[in-house]
């Protein structure tokens, strides 16, 4: 910056024109002119500044946005993004924004203009990804699986399930491989799975005994608990499961736990498959040495399955087929009372 203020000052200070814009020639004593000099100085330099902090400021549309909303200030958020869009284009910050007021508007049950947000990104965000690809950043695939996910929710409430599902659907197609798979399976499962038969597991990578294939465990009922090394509401929820495995023994119950690897631990950034995978192995054993549960380790089960949230709790019923997807924990009454229906008492 300082040399910009130098060019500055140097372009200030060699101009030939008075002050009514008329060349005067070169002035061999400028300063006469030194107080004009100065304040055009201080001008250009808080201009200069201003301009270096109109990124930053927008660069915090998102938290803008949440902060708002989180206030129930619908009004503000509102101004703040209308504000923003009249300095810029529509950025994958300024989408992910925008997703927030879909959120938003789904929470508080404003169906109407939950779908215009939802649709708002989602058009928006096509027309980014006819220049740039999904993944580059996380703004911009935040924003577009929020879209697809308030729609479909939306759309669900409002009695069209069909299309709904036709919507998701249509995005997996769409995404295969992308980021957002995970969510969009979730929303997909959370419309479409209950009542319908589990898909299989990928059980070729294990961690303490081997799984066995849900095809066999017809007759028993099933719980799925999908769980991350790094997963403190997994923690948490560990011994409500082992209660409630205890309980429901006599049932029949069989706990599988399938997780995944992600790249790291809680020591390495990047860590090889093989040290991730014996540090989870150290997590179960620690955290989870109550639970008697076979653990698949595969990225496949969590596409499948949609969890894209740790934990997921999956039941599946003597007939093999799901009655409860959730994503997020669950409460010791809540899930023992699922559990009961899962197994037919």
Known sequence: MGLIIEALRHRLTSRRFDSGGRNAGFLPNRLARLPSILHHEVMLRKLWLLLLLVPFAQADIVEDVRIALAQNNFAAADSALKSYRSHTQATAEYLEALSWMAR???????????????????????????????????????????????????????????????????AVAKYPGASILPRLQKNLNLIALTGQPAPPLDEAKFLASKPAPLAQLKGKPVLLFFWAHWCADCKIEAPIIA??????????????????????????????????????????????????????????????????????????????????????????DELRSALQQAAGQ
Do not use: C, W
């Open 243 to 332: 209660r409630l495995q205890q309980e429901f023994a006599p049932q029949g119950l069989v706990v599988l736990g399938p997780t995944q690897l992600y790249g790291y631990t809680a020591q390495q950034e990047h860590a090889a498959p093989q040290s991730e995978l014996s540090y989870i192995e150290a997590v179960r054993q620690r955290f989870y040495a109550n639970l008697d549960m076979a653990v698949p380790v595969s990225t496949r089960n969590f596409i499948t399955y949609g969890a894209s949230t740790t934990p997921t709790l999956v039941l599946i019923n003597r007939a093999g087929k799901v009655t409860l997807f959730h994503p997020g924990a669950l409460a010791y």
């Open 104 to 170: 938003a508007s789904l929470a508080s049950r404003h169906f109407d203009s939950a779908l215009d947000y939802a649709r708002q990104t989602r058009a928006q965000s096509a027309a980014l990804l006819k220049t740039r690809k999904l993944d580059v950043e996380p703004h911009l695939p935040t924003a577009l699986g929020a879209a697809y996910e308030v729609e479909a929710q939306v759309l669900a409430e409002q009695g069209n399930r069909a299309q709904a599902i036709a919507l998701l659907r249509s």
